[in-house]
């Protein structure tokens, strides 16, 4: 009896993944208004894998956003195991083209702080007053402030910058889900609800 090496099944992508312990972002549905946070797993040229709750489901096509690298990725969801999903990227988009008047002092934050070695972005002083103004609705705009002043304090801190970019993400407004009307029942549907009856 010969003893070959058993295959890999689980092994079938074209490229190794890197480990990524990155904080991501699932977004979906009609102008992305259902979205819910994530852990990026791994990654590589073509797919993702991230950790997601089981009980939240996945359309088949989303949006998936990597934060600490300010990219978007249009996936095709391959597989979902439990709180772990697989996918292929479809399309790659920079986060740093993002242009929303009503955001500009955060859009401009977050750009001045991708530059290394640059000085304090001179925008810091708006950010801090569109903070201020909008500190009810910020999930935390006391570490968002603190954040502000470190890297106004500190603004060769290339830690301090990455953390107030994520920050910044974690600040910026989502779209309110629209409730879908449902079609009217066509005649068939109408004979099985009155068969329940």
């Not at 929303?100 to 530059?115: I, K, S, T, Y």
Request: hydrophobic share 45%.
């Amino acid at each position: 009896m010969s003893s070959r090496p058993m295959p890999n099944f689980s092994e079938r992508r074209v490229e190794p993944r890197l480990p990524a312990s990155a904080p991501g972002r699932v977004m979906h549905g009609e102008r992305l208004a259902l979205w819910a946070d994530c852990l990026i797993k791994d990654l590589s040229a073509s797919g993702a894998k991230i950790e997601l709750s089981h009980f939240y489901r996945l359309p088949p096509r989303f949006v998936l956003l990597h934060f600490h690298e300010a990219v978007a990725f249009e996936v095709v969801l391959k597989w979902r195991r439990g709180d772990l999903a697989g996918m292929a990227f479809e399309h790659r988009h920079p986060l740093d083209t993002l242009d929303d008047p009503r955001l500009a002092p955060v859009v401009e934050a977050w750009r001045a702080l991708g530059q290394t070695g640059a000085a304090a972005p001179p925008n810091l002083d708006a950010l801090a007053r569109w903070v201020g103004a909008n500190a009810a609705r910020l999930p935390d705009a006391l570490s968002l402030s603190a954040a502000i002043d470190t890297v106004r304090n500190e603004p060769q801190c290339q830690d301090c910058r990455r953390k107030l970019r994520a920050l910044l993400w974690t600040a910026l407004e989502r779209p309110t889900p629209g409730v879908q009307r449902r079609a009217p029942v066509d005649p068939r549907g109408r004979r099985y609800l009155d068969a329940l009856r």
